[in-house]
């Protein structure tokens, strides 16, 4: 048995490195939710809503439909949805159907995933109309208690958004990627 060298330890980790970040963006990570609690401020939390991004609908009913059971039980004031909702068009229907079971206003913007697969954004907008919440190219939203402007940036247009903060209102910008 041959023994592993320090150089053919090295040779064999940098050439395996790229397999093992492939595979784990490929089987690995597209199966996590991850759930994370951010509290601004020392002061007891005031408002509670869910950020979710990028879920690249392709057809995994289940696991879309675990996320939607996960944000409902979490009761959120509002969930906010940052791109990225299906890979292609085909999708699309079958997307709007489950994501249709948020039982909170449901706020979002699209994402280049979006754009891409050259879907109508017009069966978006009335999914997230139904639960209260928008769909937000460059526009904004005043959330249903009034504490919130939910400001929508497309960001393929124009390298600034058509809209200024509310100075009377908490603001929340929703926006894929940054305008480059």
């Known amino acids: 048995m041959k023994q592993i060298t320090r150089r053919r330890f090295v040779l064999g980790a940098i ?25 601004l401020g020392a002061a007891r939390p005031a408002h509670r809503f869910v950020h979710i991004t990028d879920i690249h609908h392709k057809g995994d009913r289940a696991y879309l439909a675990g996320m939607v059971d996960k944000i409902n039980a979490l009761s959120p004031e509002f969930v906010c949805f940052t791109g990225d909702l299906i890979e292609e068009g085909r999708y699309l229907a079958e997307a709007l159907e489950i994501l249709s079971g948020i039982k909170s206003p449901l706020y979002g913007v699209p994402g280049n995933h979006d754009y891409w697969a050259k879907i109508p954004f017009e069966g978006i907008a009335q999914c997230f109309a139904a639960t209260g919440g928008a769909w937000l190219v460059d526009q904004e939203a005043a959330t249903r208690d009034g504490q919130f402007t939910i400001l929508g940036a497309a960001c393929l247009r124009s390298k600034q958004p058509p809209f200024r903060r509310n100075a009377s209102h908490r603001n929340l910008l929703l926006m894929h990627y940054p305008p480059g």
């Open 15 to 39: 050439l395996s490195a790229p397999l093992l970040a492939v595979g784990d963006a490929k089987w690995i990570e597209p199966e996590w939710i991850k759930i994370r609690r951010v509290r």
